[in-house]
């Protein structure tokens, strides 16, 4: 029997830490996803968050440096890691270049303070009262 993991196409990922993300990563993170920013485990829970870092860049395909970088973030998005938000093909004095837009996306752990924040304030008179004058 198979059973399909989502995350795990990022397994062949697993360990990785390059310049190229915003931080160090934790693996395998929760359910496979990196965690950028390294993990706080003295709490009882690790609450995490989805975050998203957008990128923009012009990659001339003839510099062997451009090109790895170019290849290193679009392996991530046929593999569901990241996300390609627009590409255009340039072509100019012989060379090709690409301009590419994409969203590189990790889990963040939310500190244990900032929990405790969200969860008092779910409970404010203050943010119920503004509930209910919005909702009538």
Same mark, same amino acid.
């Given at each position: 029997?198979?059973?399909?993991?989502?995350?795990?196409q990022?397994?062949?990922?697993?360990?990785?830490?390059?310049?190229?993300?915003?931080?160090?990563?934790?693996?395998p993170?929760?359910?496979?996803?990196?965690?950028?920013?390294?993990?706080n485990?003295?709490?009882?829970?690790?609450?995490?968050t989805?975050? /998203?870092?957008?990128?923009?860049?012009?990659?001339?395909?003839?510099?062997?440096?451009?090109?790895?970088?170019?290849?290193?973030?679009m392996?991530?998005?046929? /593999?569901?890691?990241?996300?390609?938000?627009?590409?255009?093909?340039?072509?100019?004095?012989?060379?090709?270049?690409?301009?590419?837009?994409?969203?590189?996306?990790?889990?963040?752990?939310?500190?244990m =303070?900032?929990?405790?924040?969200?969860?008092? =304030?779910?409970? =404010? /008179?203050?943010?119920?009262? =503004?509930?209910?004058?919005y909702?009538?």
């Open positions: 029997m198979f059973r399909l993991l989502f995350s795990g990022l397994l062949k990922y697993d360990g990785e830490q390059s310049k190229w993300h915003p931080g160090e990563l934790t693996w993170g929760y359910k496979g996803v990196p965690v950028v920013g390294g993990v485990y003295s709490d009882d829970v690790a609450y995490v989805l975050v /998203n870092y957008f990128q923009a860049k012009t990659f001339d395909l003839t510099d062997e440096k451009d090109k790895d970088h170019y290849c290193w973030v392996d991530r998005v046929y /593999n569901g890691w990241f996300l390609k938000i627009r590409d255009e093909l340039i072509k100019e004095d012989g060379k090709i270049k690409i301009y590419l837009e994409w969203v590189q996306r990790y889990l963040k752990q939310v500190p =303070s900032e929990v405790i924040k969200a969860e008092l =304030s779910e409970q =404010s /008179n203050a943010l119920q009262a =503004s509930i209910s004058w909702s009538a």
